[in-house]
Nanobody, 124 residues
Framework: QVQLVESGGGLVQAGGSLRLSCAAS????????MGWFRQAPGKERDFVAA????????SYADSVKGRFTISRDYAKNTVYLQMNSLKPEDTAVYYC?????????????????WGQGTQVTVSS
């Protein structure tokens, strides 16, 4: 079993920055990919960014390209999401996911493990 724990959310003004962390623990951890998704009230869970665990491949939603950066630290089994130039529309609960089987980085249904989520609120 894999446990994912997110941290780093909070309240920030528009234009500010936050860095989210997702630490994985449990059995030997070697996923295909790690991803960040977000869900605003009344909306579906949307893809934000993903990174392949074994390589350097990253992907981003168009809405965050150029502002967000995903990275990972093998030694710490941790994935990060650096969020810059935040906008009020980035407000959501952010979830970290791990995909341990072949599938799509962009589909939340293909992820097998999830963290509890961390709230990000961007004020205007």
């Amino acid at each position: 079993q894999v446990q994912l724990v997110e941290s780093g959310g909070g309240l920030v003004q528009a234009g500010g920055s936050l860095r989210l962390s997702c630490a994985a623990s449990g059995r030997t951890f070697s996923p295909y990919a790690m991803g960040w998704f977000r869900q605003a009230p009344g909306k579906e869970r949307d893809f934000v960014a993903a990174i392949s665990w074994g390589g350097r491949s990253t992907s981003y939603a168009d809405s965050v390209k150029g502002r967000f950066t995903i990275s990972r630290d093998y030694a710490k089994n941790t994935v990060y999401l650096q969020m810059n130039s935040l906008k009020p529309e980035d407000t959501a609960v952010y979830y970290c996911g791990a995909r341990v089987r072949p599938g799509s980085n962009w589909s939340w249904e293909d992820y097998n493990y999830w963290g509890q989520g961390t709230q990000v609120t961007v004020s205007s």
